[in-house]
């Protein structure tokens, strides 16, 4: 995956979750958390909160790190 589409695709992600607060039938913060997830791979100060949280809660961090290499995989980054 491109930088750019990466770039796009998490912006989508914070758009839905943007709406998702508005409506309440999306769930907002699922898709904001996704969205981050995806612009931290991109721009390296919002990896800061999720090195916090690898050390505060391992356990969830695990959790987002899984999803992070599924949805936005490193490889196709470059």
Known sequence: MKIFLRVALS???LALGV???VLPILPGWLFVLV???GLSTVYPPLRHPFE???RRYPRL???LAHWQEKLFPEKDAK
Do not use: C, R, Y
Request: charged fraction near 5%; hydrophobic fraction near 65%; avoid cysteine.
């Open 11 to 13: 912006l989508a992600f």
């Open 19 to 21: 709406v998702g607060w």
């Open 35 to 37: 969205g981050l997830l």
């Open 52 to 54: 916090l949280i690898k």
């Open 61 to 63: 961090h695990a959790h």
